[in-house]
């Protein structure tokens, strides 16, 4: 299947180094009064020829829903500094945003190859995704709970770098 390698416009347009996607986002979030507080567990296995790599994060971060997608908003603290991480979730597409330390931007649908970036000491590298499967649970029980399952194909410059397998699961907790 062949990639289709074009860049999003959207990816070039920045303001204060924050896309214009990612900036709408932030003030959406700012602008929500139901954000709930939530436990986040991210699973994350990679598979490239034989071998295999598993990282596993814990933490806290937000919950909203806005215009039928549903948002997870959270903080990761890395040796090269802060990531603010945005996951939304709509339909048959999902797109993981992170900005500071880290700039990226992957995006997933069930039915098409899609394009992302991550933003390299380099320049801007090109990324691909092909989306091998999507399961998305939302429940809105008390506590509210989650859950994300992807497995997906990753391409850099059209360099398959592996096939990723991430979970994101979230859990409602009142005091934090």
Known sequence: ????????????????????????????????????????HLSTVI????????????????YFEKGGSVYLKYTEVQEEGTVRTIVKMSGEEAVILRNGAVKSRLVFDKNHPMSGSYDS????????????????YTYSEKPLNGRLALT????????????YSLTITFKEVKNV
């Not at 990639?3 to 416009?9: A, C, E, G, K, S």
């Not at 924050?18 to 954000?35: P, T, W």
């Not at 997906?152 to 096939?163: A, E, P, S, T, V």
């Open 1 to 40: 299947m062949p990639l289709d390698m074009t860049v999003d416009i959207d990816l070039k347009m920045q303001i204060n180094g924050m896309s214009l996607f990612e900036r709408d986002v932030e003030g959406l979030a700012d602008s929500i009064d139901q954000k709930r507080t939530v436990k986040i």
């Open 47 to 62: 598979t490239n020829d034989e071998e295999k790599e598993e990282f596993e994060l814990v933490l806290f971060g937000e």
């Open 121 to 136: 000491p380099y320049g801007t590298l090109l990324l691909n995704t092909i989306t091998r499967n999507m399961d998305r």
């Open 152 to 163: 997906y194909d990753l391409f850099m410059q059209g360099k398959f770098l592996g096939i």
